[in-house]
C-alpha cells in the first residue's frame, strides 16, 4: 500500500503540487487523467522519491519512502519515466538488462538473462534484441523501456512481495494494438499483489482498463474512485474544457466518450 | 564491416596480446637496439636463472631505464584511459577528457610548484613526504581543481554539465597561467623541464616511479569496476540512476575523486598527455559497444598498448634525443579522432551523439 499525506511541491514560487493526499492499494489499476500542466508527472516524482516534496510525507507499506535505502527500493518499485535521450548507443539487451542491475553483482547471471528475454518477449521486442537502441523507432524505444522496467519487478517464484509500478506516459508513441496489449498486461500485473501508477491521456482507455481513476487539475487532486464515478461530463468539462458526450459500445455495453 | 562480431571475452583476450605486443617491442626498440637474446639473458640473469655474459652497459640500459619506462608507459596509458571512460560516462558526452574538468591541469600546477619551489622550502613534512611529496602536491592541486569546478557547477543544487564545463575552461586557464608564471619565475633548467612535462615525457621513468604509480592506478582501475553499472544506467538520466538503487550525488563525488587519483598520479610523474583519455575509450565504442564494464577493461588494456607504442616512436624517431610524448599523441590522436568523426557522422549507424 502506497499513503501519500498533504503532499505539496513547489518550483521557486511557481506550486506545482498543492495539498494532495492520496492512498493506493496493492491490485488496484490506478491511472492519472489530467491537463497538460496540471503535475501528473511532478506528483509521480514525489510519489517515487525523485523529488523531495516541501511539505507531506509519503509511506510504503507503513514505512517513511526516504528511510528505505535506494538499493532496497529498486527492487520493490519501478519508474518508467518520459522523454529518455541517450547520448550513447547500447544494444537493446543491454538496455533492459539494466533492470536487472539491482540483482546481480557485475555480471548477470543465466537467470537475468532469460528474464530479460522473457520481458522483450512480452512486449513484442524479442526480435530486436541484438539491435542498437539508436536505431529504433519512437514506438520501440518505448516498449524496450518498458520491458525493462518490467524486468526490475520481475518475481521470482515464491516472491508475493508488494511491487510498485509507476509508467508516466507508456503508451504515448505506440500503435493502437500494443496501446491495447500493454494495458491489458499492465492490468494484469496490477492483480498481482503491484501498486500500478500510470499516466495516460486518453479517456477511453482509463475507462476500459483501470479500477480506480486519479484526476488532476491545476496541481490539485480534482476527484479520484472508479472511472464511471470520476469521468462524467461535469468534471471532464470543468477540467479539460471541452463538452464530451458519452455513448454505449455495441457489445459490451461500456461507457465510451465522444469529443 | 560484416565480419561476425567478437565478444567482450574475444576482445579483452585480443588487446591483450596487443598490449604484449608493444611491451616486447618496445623493450627491443630504442636508441640501442637489443636482441630477444641478449634480452631473454638478461631477464635470466636478473631472476638469478641464469650467469650468461652480457654486455654490462645493455643490461644496464634495459634493467634501469628501458624495462621500468615501458611498464610505466603502460600503466599510465590504462590509467589515462580509464579515466577517460568514467569522465564521459560522468559528463554523459564523449568529448570530454580527463583534462576537461580542471584534473590534469591542476596537477600539472601542483608539480610545477615543487619542481621550482621544492628544494627552497625546508618544513618537516617534505623530507618525511621523500618521494611521495611530488605526487601527493599533484594530487592535493588535482583535487582542488576538480573540487571547484565540480562547486561552481553545482551552485544551483544540481550539476549542471554545461555549467561544469566553462568552469572547466576557466580553472584550467587559470591552473595553466599558474603554470606558465613558475616557469617563468623559475631558473633555467628547471624552467625547460617544465616546458617539456608539460608536453609529457617518460624520460625520467624509473622503478621508483612506477612503484609509485602501478599499485595505485590498479587499485583505481579495479574501483572503477565497481562503478560501471550505475554508470551504464546514468547513459539513461539521472533520475533513473536513482530508480535503479544508487545514489547519484555520491556516485558523482566518488567518480571524480576516482579520476583525479588516476590522472594526478600518472599527471606527477610524466607530465600532460593528452588525447589517450579521449581517443581510446571512444575508438572502443565504435567497435564495440558503450556499456562501461567492457569499456574500462578494454580502454585500459587498449590505452596501455598505444601509449606504449607512442613512447616507442618517441624514442625511435629522433634517436638518440628524443619526442615529447604529448607531441606524438595530438598527431596521431587528433587525425584519427577525426577520421571516426567524419565517417560515423556520415553513416548514421550509431545514435545520441553522432546521429
Redesign the interface.
Known sequence: MLKAEHLSFQIGRQTLIDDVSLTLLPGKFTMVLGPNGAGKSTLLKLLTGTEIPKTGQIFYDETLLFSIPLAIQARQKAVLSQLLSLPFDLSVTEVVMMGRYPYFDLNPREQDKMIADHCLELVGMLPFKARAFASLSGGEKQKVHLARVLAQLYRQPGDESVKYLFLDEPISALDIHYQHQILGMVRDLAAKNMVVFVIVHDINLALQYADNVILMDRGRLYDMGIPDKVLTEQSIEAVFRIRPYFATHPETGRRVMIC | MKTPPLSPGQWYGTLTALLLLSIIAALRIGAVELTFADINHILLNGLGLSDTTVDPISQGLFLQIRLPRVLLCATVGAGLSVSGVLMQALF???IVEPGLVGTSSGAALGAALVFVLGKNINWAFTDALGLFLLPCVAFIFAFVATLLVYRIASVSGKVNVATMILAGIAINALATGGTGFLSYIARDPQARSITFWNLGTFSGADWTQLAIVFPVTSVGILLS?RF??AL??L???E??V??????IDRLKIQVLLLNTLLVAIGTAMVGVISFVGLVVPHLM?LLK???N?FLVISSALLGGSLLTLADTIARRLVAPAEFPIGVITAFVGAPVFIWLLVRNARSF???????
Open positions: 554523459r558526452n564523449p569496476l560501471t553499472k551504464n544506467i547513459i539513461l538520466g533520475d533513473e536513482r530508480h535503479l538503487g544508487y545514489n565504442r559497444t558503450s556499456d564494464r549507424q550509431k545514435g545520441g551523439f553522432y546521429a
